[in-house]
């Protein structure tokens, strides 16, 4: 097949809510409108409580929703950690950050700020981050290790960086996989471990990795075995 041929298939695959693994990850992103319909299916399985209440999520937090796509983990988010912590949604489309902006507007949230991130950085304002949360999202990511090398530039020194996405195994005939191993190595490879693994999905792992220090949780897990 030619290449022209090969993209017309990816981008059709992308308007319904798919995306490609490898070399044309990037290039696998449909258009805004379709895309968040399909994201505020009321159909997907979010678990989004349960996923804030798992991260201990608190007043004062800074959080960026990364790939935040319509918003469906940042409105949440952002109201878990008000008044005074500020969720970042960042994402490469800016008509999704529209999106998300007045979907805050709306429900009178107004500790939100949108950021037009780049392919292999998200480019955050600020270098105090708590949390850096990639609900599937990361499997869309062409230039992985580069891009979590990235983030972490924006992180506190125990700030963690979230990842919430599929095994190959778990989704056998679909593009959109990641396996956690890989995740796993990159985050080593920068000096982040897994912390915490939470089982909240049937379908996906959801890791919070983190550096060694501070108030680090892998730190008091230390502390605690007495070591
Ligand atoms: C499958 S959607 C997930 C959206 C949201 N996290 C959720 O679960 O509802 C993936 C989102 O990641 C965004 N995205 C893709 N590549 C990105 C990148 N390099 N940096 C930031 N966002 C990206 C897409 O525009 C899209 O909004």
């Not at 805050?104 to 949390?131: H, S």
């Not at 990361?138 to 972490?152: F, N, S, V």
């Not at 915490?196 to 605690?224: C, E, I, M, T, W």
């Amino acid at each position: 097949m030619t290449l022209l041929g090969r993209l017309g298939i990816l981008c059709v695959l992308a308007a319904v809510g798919g995306a490609a693994t490898g070399a044309f990850a990037q290039l696998a992103q449909g258009p805004a409108d379709k895309y968040i319909a399909a994201m505020d299916n009321p159909h997907r399985v979010l678990k989004v409580d349960e996923v804030i209440a798992k991260l201990e999520l608190k007043p004062g937090d800074i959080v960026a929703d990364i790939g935040s796509g319509s918003g469906s983990f940042s409105i949440p988010m952002a109201k878990a950690i008000a008044p005074n912590g500020v969720l970042y949604a960042v994402d490469i489309d800016q008509k999704m950050l529209d999106h998300v902006a007045q979907r805050a507007k709306d429900a009178g949230i107004t500790n939100l700020r949108t950021v037009l991130g780049e392919y292999d950085d998200p480019k955050l304002p600020v270098k105090n981050v708590d949390v850096a949360f990639f609900h599937r999202v990361l499997h869309m990511i062409e230039h992985r290790q580069a891009y979590l090398d990235a983030t972490a530039k924006y992180l506190k020194p125990d700030g963690r960086v979230v990842v919430i996405d599929k095994n190959h195994e778990q989704s056998p005939n679909s593009w959109m996989w990641l396996n956690q191993s890989d995740v796993d190595t990159w985050m080593a490879a920068i000096g982040f471990y897994p912390a915490q693994q939470f089982a909240v999905f049937d379908d996906r792992y959801f890791v919070a990795y983190q550096r060694p220090y501070g108030n680090s949780v892998l730190l008091k897990k230390h502390a605690a075995k007495g070591n």
